[in-house]
């Protein structure tokens, strides 16, 4: 079975880091681009950040650049999203996807594969 989970949300006050994991099963990610996304209620999902299936492509959202660095371990079948320098706008639930193409992008259209979700919370 293909899934995508993702973890390593929680609860962090301002100007804190959290570390996100996306552990695919079912499938090798060593071949796929892979985006983290966010969406909070009422709004649509965003686009993170995204690499493509070698990592050596990284693309970062205007909001998060200089304080998220995504990266994969395609031995561990896993991308990483180390958050740094939190802040409560940055609250919202994170999804990792997957993209067959192995580009990667920011486009969630773009993605055939999604996990269901972490919870991150930036709050004092």
């Known amino acids: 079975q293909v899934q995508l989970v993702e973890s390593g949300g929680g609860l962090v006050q301002p100007g804190g880091s959290l570390r996100l994991s996306c552990t695919a099963s079912?499938?090798?990610?060593?071949?796929?681009?892979i985006g983290w996304f966010r969406q909070v209620p009422g709004k649509e999902r965003e686009g993170v950040s995204c690499?493509?299936?070698?990592?050596?492509?990284?693309i970062y959202s205007a909001s998060v650049k200089g304080r998220f660095t995504i990266s994969r371990d395609n031995a561990a079948n896993t991308v990483y999203l180390h958050m740094n320098s939190l802040k409560p706008e940055d609250t919202a639930v994170y999804y990792c996807?997957?993209?067959?193409?192995?580009?990667?992008?920011?486009?969630?259209?773009?993605?055939?594969?999604w996990g269901q979700g972490t919870q991150v919370t930036v709050s004092s």
């Open positions: 079912g499938f090798s990610l060593d071949s796929y681009g």
């Open positions: 690499t493509n299936s070698h990592g050596s492509t990284t």
């Open positions: 996807a997957a993209d067959t193409s192995g580009w990667g992008s920011l486009r969630s259209y773009e993605y055939h594969y």
